[in-house]
C-alpha cells in the first residue's frame, strides 16, 4: 500500500514539475489592449539605450505592434504562443532554436524561437537595423526624424514587401491594420 501510494505520489510531483516547467506566461489569453502594452513595455526597454538606440533609429512602436499583431494573431499563434515568436522570422540555422510550420514539418527553415517576447522584438528591430533588403526603410526612417521630427509607421510600411512572400499584399494589409487602429485611438490607449 505504501509503495503505491509512493508511486502515485511521484507520477503527481513529476506532473507537476512538467506543467510548471511548460507553463509559458505569454501564452495565457490576453487582450489586443494588454498585448500591445507587452509590446510597448519591451519596446521602451529596448529603446532606453539611447547610444544604441538614438532617436532617428528607432521604428515606431506603432509599426511594432501593428506587424507583431498580424504575424502572432495577438500573440495569440502557436509560434508565439510555444516560441515567443512574434513576427516570424525564420532560419535555415539547425542549430539556432526553432519550430517547423506545421503544414510543412519537412522544410528547410523553422520559425525562429525566443525565450521572452522582449528577445524576438529586439531582433525585430535588428533585423530591421542591418540586413541589406531594409537599407530603403533605414533611409526613410532617418529622412522623416531629420524633416519632420518623428517618424510614420503608415508610411515605413512600405518598405517592408521584403518581409513577406506577399510583397505589395503585406505592405497594404499593414496599412489597413495601422490605418484601423489609429481611427479606434488604439495607440493612444496602449503607448
Known amino acids: 500500500m ?6 502515485y505520489m511521484q507520477k503527481a510531483l513529476i506532473l507537476l514539475v512538467f506543467v510548471l516547467l511548460s ?3 505569454n501564452a495565457t489569453e490576453i487582450t489586443n489592449n494588454e498585448f500591445a502594452k507587452r509590446i510597448n513595455k519591451c519596446v521602451s526597454s ?4 539611447k547610444e544604441q538606440y538614438p532617436k532617428h ?8 505592434i501593428a506587424q507583431a499583431a498580424h504575424e502572432s494573431a495577438w500573440g495569440k499563434s502557436r509560434f508565439a504562443v510555444e516560441g515567443n515568436a512574434l513576427f516570424g522570422v525564420r532560419t535555415w540555422d539547425e542549430n539556432v ?3 517547423k510550420a506545421k503544414g510543412a514539418p519537412d522544410a528547410e527553415w523553422g520559425v525562429r524561437i525566443y ?3 522582449c528577445h524576438s522584438i529586439k531582433d525585430y528591430i535588428d533585423i530591421l537595423e542591418r540586413h541589406p533588403a531594409y537599407e530603403q526603410f533605414r533611409e526613410e526612417l532617418e529622412f522623416q526624424y531629420k524633416t519632420q521630427g518623428n517618424a510614420e509607421a503608415i508610411t515605413l510600411v512600405q518598405y517592408l514587401g521584403a518581409w513577406s512572400e506577399q510583397g505589395q499584399q503585406y505592405i497594404h ?3 489597413s491594420i495601422i490605418q484601423s487602429l489609429y481611427q479606434q485611438d488604439f495607440f493612444k490607449k496602449v503607448t
Open 57 to 64: 533609429k528607432q521604428i515606431p512602436v506603432e509599426l511594432i
Open 23 to 25: 507553463f509559458n506566461t
Open 46 to 49: 529596448i529603446y532606453a539605450d
Open 115 to 117: 525565450r521572452s517576447w
Open 2 to 7: 505504501i509503495t503505491n501510494r509512493k508511486y
Open 97 to 99: 532554436p526553432h519550430m
Open 173 to 175: 494589409l499593414l496599412q
